[in-house]
């Protein structure tokens, strides 16, 4: 076995040496060596993700790529020119240098320049826009500095209580501070369950998708909130919708990012007040519609508030028992269907928010009229309850 092996490695390092010979030697005479193909460097260069400068040794621009061309035509670019010349002067005299240019629009846009001095005394500038990079940085950096909050809060709150209870005698003043304790142990673990299930809904964005009728998603959300909103006296009412309507999606995704709208209109609106649920196609999509005539959202914060963690009233929020988290999964849930969330708001005046989602064809709706899917996922033989206008789902 060994002689064989021997035998065989001898023949692959012959077989080795001798394509590597044969590599080496020179081309037969009368016959010119291979041409390396030409390569244009400008194109390499429109390939480039970022902005491309060049200039000469005497200061002046020799190339531009296409990136750093589309870039001077903006609003910006202006700027941004006099921030690249400014840095080719500094290179030229052998520094390397690098400035962040934040503009604040709209849009917001924050562009990193730099410049390197070439060999012959030439300086290159790179023109990059970091505004994507920065603001993921910016809601990592916020991640973590909230979820550090929200559960150092009430773990620091139960620490002093159960603290504080080791010490007192009397049941009354024991009572109380049990009764704190048990709020805020329910406060951390609303927050835990909120990023857990958020993490589940990313993970799990390829489940199957299952025939759904949008008014079955609609009672269920409102359902879920009866109590509270019969609690301060808000109704919450259903209008009319096409029977016609279907979606298809995850039941439990889809009836959570319902749920969590509907909370947030019944938490921010006054005592009294309606909150109003409608289902209506557009195009071939069909959106959910949650509609309120609460505070309403402040114009400058309606671009972050599907940001994780991220409240527009942080007082109120912790009064409402909020954890910023339910915007977020809704965006994630929309995401996951191929749809989207839009939200339009005035502050005083109330918030509408629409969950967009593909329709299906109504040839797919025969196989759910004779089994509709529970919001739970599972079968469902009770016939759909009927629809009136501005139906009552919770009363004064």
Known sequence: MELIIVIGAAAVGVLIGWLVCRSSDPPPVGESPPRRPTIDHRQILDMVHGGVVVYGSEGDEVYRNVQAAALSRTHSGVLIDEAVERHVGRARGGADTTEVLDFYGPPRQTVSVSCRRLPDGGVVAFINDVTERRRIDTMRTDFVANISHELKT??????????????????????????????????????????????????????????????????????????????????????????????????????????????????????????????????????????????????????????????????????????????AIVRHVATNHGGDVLVHS?????????????????????????????VDGTANDTPEPPIHNAQQVSST
């Open 154 to 327: 009430p773990v620091g709150a139960i620490a002093v209580l159960a603290d504080a209870l080791a010490d007192e005698d009397d049941p009354e003043v024991m009572a109380r501070m049990v009764t704190r304790m048990v709020a805020e142990a329910e406060r951390a673990a609303r927050t835990i369950d909120d990023l857990l299930e958020l993490s589940e809904i990313e993970l799990n964005s390829e489940r199957d998708r299952l025939p759904l009728d949008p008014v079955h998603l609609l009672h269920a959300a409102s359902d879920r909130l009866r109590q509270a909103a019969e609690q301060r006296g808000i109704t919450i009412e259903i209008d009319d919708t096409d029977p016609s309507l279907m979606v298809a999606g995850d039941p439990r995704q889809l009836s959570s990012a319902l749920g969590n709208l509907v909370d947030n209109a019944v938490k921010y609106s006054e005592d009294g007040a309606r909150v109003r649920l409608r289902a209506r196609s557009h195009d071939s999509w069909v959106e959910l519609v949650v509609a309120d005539d609460g505070v309403g959202i402040p114009e400058r914060d309606l671009e972050r508030i599907f940001e994780r963690f991220y409240r527009v009233d942080k007082a109120r929020s912790r009064g409402t028992g909020g954890t910023g988290l339910g915007l």
């Open 346 to 374: 005035t502050e005083g005046e109330g918030s509408t928010f629409v969950l967009r989602l593909p329709g299906v064809p109504r040839t797919d709706r025969a196989a759910a009229d004779s089994e509709t899917t529970d």
